[in-house]
């Protein structure tokens, strides 16, 4: 069993900075990839990052790339989101996943969730 806790969320002004924090206990050599994603208020949960734990590989979202960037120092690290530019469509609950196997945007190939992070971006 693996479990997430995020950190770093608040409120934010429109073209401002913030960094999230994901630290995952238990069984974390069973992870083999880390992802963020966001769900806003009426809106499905959506992609916007991951990082593979063995081999670094990162993906973005198109609405996030060049902005947003993932990252830990080594595999123990907590993964983190630093996110710069943010605007009022990145206001949203983001969320830590881990997935177990190979893992790209899908919520699908994520198994562990953590229990979400408040971001809010006022304009």
């Known amino acids: 069993q693996v479990e997430l806790v995020e950190s770093g969320g608040g409120m934010v002004q429109a073209g401002g900075s913030l960094t999230l924090s994901c630290a995952a206990s238990?069984?974390?050599?069973?992870?083999?990839?880390m992802g963020w994603f966001r769900q806003a208020p009426g809106k499905d949960r959506e992609f916007v990052a991951r990082i593979g734990r063995s081999d670094s590989v990162t993906m973005y979202a198109d609405s996030v790339k060049g902005r947003f960037t993932i990252s830990r120092e080594n595999v123990k690290s907590p993964v983190n989101l630093q996110m710069n530019s943010l605007d009022a469509e990145d206001t949203a609950v983001y969320f830590c996943a881990a997935a177990v196997g190979s893992a790209w945007s899908s919520v699908s190939d994520y198994y562990y969730w953590g229990q979400g992070a408040q971001v809010t971006v006022s304009s």
């Open positions: 238990g069984a974390t050599f069973t992870i083999k990839v």
